[in-house]
């Protein structure tokens, strides 16, 4: 069982960056992959990107493709996502989630999810 903490949400301004944290605890991410998700105010829950831990190989979604980046430590336990260029669309609450590592199931699928953490774009 892994237990996921998100961190690093706030409010900044359209055009600014922030980075989101996700610290694991009660197992290491080595033997995990991990995503992120969003969900906007009145909007379904939406998948972000995921990455590979072993390998660092990620994947995003369309609508964030060239402006975010996901990256992990190893020796801290955390994945961060990095998230540049934001813009109003970008506000919702950002969850960070993980699986066991199979590389036969869709990269949407997850079973273990943090509690979010709260990112607004405003002027």
Avoid at 46 to 71: A, C, H, L, P, Q
Wanted: a positive charge; proline letters at 3%.
């Amino acid at each position: 069982q892994v237990q996921l903490v998100e961190s690093g949400g706030g409010l900044v301004q359209p055009g600014g960056s922030l980075r989101l944290s996700c610290a694991a605890s009660g197992s290491t991410f080595s033997v995990y992959r991990v995503g992120w998700f969003r969900q906007a105010p009145g909007k379904e829950r939406e998948f972000v990107g995921t990455i590979n831990w072993n390998s660092g190989w990620t994947y995003y979604t369309d609508s964030v493709k060239g402006r975010f980046t996901i990256s992990r430590d190893n020796a801290k336990n955390t994945v961060y996502l990095q998230m540049n260029s934001l813009k109003p669309e970008d506000t919702a609450v950002y969850y960070c989630a993980a699986r066991k590592f199979t590389r036969d199931r869709p990269l949407y699928e997850y079973d273990y999810w943090g509690q979010g953490t709260q990112v607004t774009v405003s002027s």
